[in-house]
């Protein structure tokens, strides 16, 4: 597996001689780990079993077992860490694990992405060759036939036993990276290795692993970062950021037209012609653009679409570990939500697929959220109060493992859209897409790239559903009094030599149709956290907030910044500065080549460390200490 993915990923690689000598040497103590975990069970009983038994019924199915199994997981590792590579560029990571547990969803896209028969059959085939080869060689006839007394089995099982108790307590995943070079750091890991270390840490403890300052000293500084003239701290003396926030007057009485909000999956700033893409392949964004505030150089927080939806929705930086939308405690939040419903909104969340896929349902439903979904079967906790409604099998045309085309979805919004307008009460439309991800199918006949066969053809189609959905939209009463924000969740793929590679979490996003505001592109440096915030105050509305974000259209230059992370790394982005802490209490601190993403290491700068260590050290307190919650 490292040779394979050592030419596949080769340019990202630091092949010096030292570098990749270094880089096997790991990964064969971390293969050697992983073994010795595989060989207990087998080890333990081949040293507990009586010596009349050998070669026994007992002992043949026993042995037969041991082997069938011990092969079939590792050969299954084998395909599936090359699919994993293919789309991640790492070593099975918590991503796996989550896949682990939504088993419909994950089985159903790799069975359309991939030829599971082929793989199966060839698993197969591999298995049993290497059965047939082992028994032509006479191994199992040696086991079976020995007579290898109790004392002489203590001291190789004792060796094995100590290696796996060595990396039980002491060596961990993170160990294997050693590397400046991210590619290095995830050759040297061993697949299976990693699945387990991800599977037992999915939360990390900022307090306990991440560098800390004195909480008062950290709000005080947030406070002043998100500070502004027409906002006023609620509770000035408490660890909370709960202000009021003054946008009317005389002259800007509030705004209340409905807002629907389409959520991209995975579309990255680089597909758009409209921010320098030469592939020509969004000419619906890239036209809608040139009527809307554009924002141009915009961030998203995270990775995965989870991370994105927490940072639109609460409008704050990430945590470490998995995002809240997966977490406990994760209801009754202040969300943009409570915003809308303060002022009158009935809020609906939509989303092809099950929403009980990465706790959706539970998130949106216990936030304010009614939910429009394909219901699998998988019902919302009896807790959750809200109104769930389904995208019914006449309403689907083209569905693949992740839900609806986007098509279908739009579909579905309209017509929620149309009852909506009967009442007296505008509407808030939170809509998931999910076209824009393996296996890439779309309807066959739409655009000029064939289903299934690369992601430009996916945002092709992605693009062409947003504007089929605008062209039926704007033949309905309720259009003109709609305002259309448009964002992606995450980039198409994060993979490149750093842990945060600046460029791979630039997004598209965009407000349209929003009454009196002239097209313009802002440039200034923002987060997905300050969309909705930026869209509020456009709106004129006076509300209270317990959001990170700001209005973009305020910002002053020492204003602009961008929160990026992972589930391991966070970094605050600034003035092309880039200030990450990882676990361990590690710092780095980098200036950032823009031509070629590259980071240029340099001195801690000891005011943005303690500026990046107070936003992310207070959004975790918050979460731990119910200050997210909402206020009764």
């Not at 699945?195 to 037992?200: D, E, L, S, V």
């Not at 918050?622 to 200050?627: A, C, E, I, R, T």
Request: hydrophobic share 40%; aromatic share 16%.
């Amino acid at each position: 597996m490292r040779i394979f993915f050592l030419f596949y990923s080769f340019k990202e690689v630091d092949a010096t001689f030292f570098k990749l000598a270094n880089t096997f040497i790991i990964g064969f103590l971390f293969d050697l780990g992983t073994v010795s975990f595989f060989t207990l069970p087998y080890l333990l009983y081949l040293l507990i079993i009586l010596k009349k038994l050998y070669g026994s019924i007992l002992d043949k199915v026993f042995t037969y077992f041991a082997f069938s199994l011990g092969v079939i997981i590792f050969l299954f590792s084998f395909f599936a860490e090359i699919t994993f590579w293919e789309e991640f560029e790492r070593r099975f990571n918590f991503i796996a694990v989550d896949y682990l547990i939504y088993t419909y969803e994950v089985v159903k896209n790799i069975n359309e992405s991939y030829p599971i028969p082929l793989l199966l059959s060839g698993i197969l085939i591999i298995f049993i060759g290497l059965f047939y080869f082992i028994s032509r060689i006479g191994v199992f006839k040696t086991t079976f036939k020995n007579d290898t007394p109790f004392k002489a089995k203590l001291f190789p099982s004792a060796l094995f036993i100590g290696i796996a108790l060595i990396f039980l307590f002491f060596v961990k995943n993170k160990d294997a990276e050693q590397f400046n070079n991210r590619y290095n750091d995830e050759l040297a890991k061993t697949g299976i290795y990693s699945f387990f270390a991800a599977f037992k840490n999915n939360e990390l403890s900022y307090t306990e692993f991440y560098n800390t300052v004195n909480t008062d000293q950290a709000f005080n500084l947030v406070k002043q970062k998100i500070a502004s003239n027409n906002s006023e701290f609620i509770n000035p003396k408490k660890k909370e950021i709960y202000r009021a926030i003054t946008n009317a007057d005389s002259l800007h009485p509030p705004k209340k037209p409905n807002v629907i909000f389409i959520c991209i999956e995975s579309l990255s700033a680089s597909y758009l012609h409209s921010l320098g893409s030469e592939l020509e392949i969004t000419p619906t964004l890239d036209s809608l653009s040139e009527k809307s505030l554009f924002f141009t150089n915009l961030y998203a927080t995270g990775t995965r679409t989870v991370r994105g939806m927490e940072a639109i929705t609460l409008s704050i930086p990430p945590t470490p570990g998995r995002s809240i939308v997966k977490r406990d405690n994760n209801q009754g939040l202040f969300t943009i939500a409570s915003v809308f419903e303060e002022e009158g909104y009935d809020n609906n969340f939509f989303y092809g697929g099950d929403g009980y896929f990465d706790n959706m349902n539970t998130y949106f439903g216990g936030n304010g959220f009614n939910i429009i979904d394909r219901g699998r079967g998988f019902l919302l906790d009896a807790h959750i109060k809200t109104k769930r409604t389904n995208i019914n099998d006449n309403e689907v045309t083209f569905e693949n493992a992740w839900g609806v085309c986007d098509e279908d979805i739009y579909n579905k919004v309209i017509k929620e859209a149309d009852k909506s307008s009967l009442n007296e009460k505008p509407f808030f439309n939170f809509i998931m897409t999910t076209s824009n991800h393996r296996p890439f199918t779309y309807p066959e006949g739409k655009i000029d790239i064939p289903s299934g066969t690369s992601r430009e053809g996916a945002i092709k189609y992605t693009d062409y559903a947003i504007g089929q959905f605008f062209k039926t939209a704007k033949t309905k009463p309720w259009f003109e009094n709609t305002v259309f924000v448009i964002m992606a969740d995450h980039c198409a793929s994060s993979a490149g030599r750093w842990n945060l590679n600046i460029d791979k979490y630039r997004i598209p996003a965009l407000i349209c149709n929003l009454e009196n505001t002239k097209p313009q592109k802002i440039d200034k440096l923002s987060s997905q956290i300050d969309v909705f915030p930026t869209l509020f105050s456009l709106l004129n509305w006076d509300y209270t907030s317990n959001l990170f974000g700001i209005d973009v259209l305020k910002m002053k230059k020492e204003d602009e910044r961008a929160f990026i992370g992972n589930y391991r790394n966070l970094g605050l982005l600034k003035d092309q500065k880039l200030m990450v802490l990882s676990d361990q209490h590690v710092v780095t601190y980098y200036e950032w080549e823009t031509d070629n993403d590259d980071l240029i290491s340099k001195e801690v700068d000891k005011d943005m460390l303690v500026e990046t260590i107070s936003f992310y050290q207070t959004a975790d307190y918050l979460y731990h200490n119910n200050g997210l919650k909402l206020k009764n």
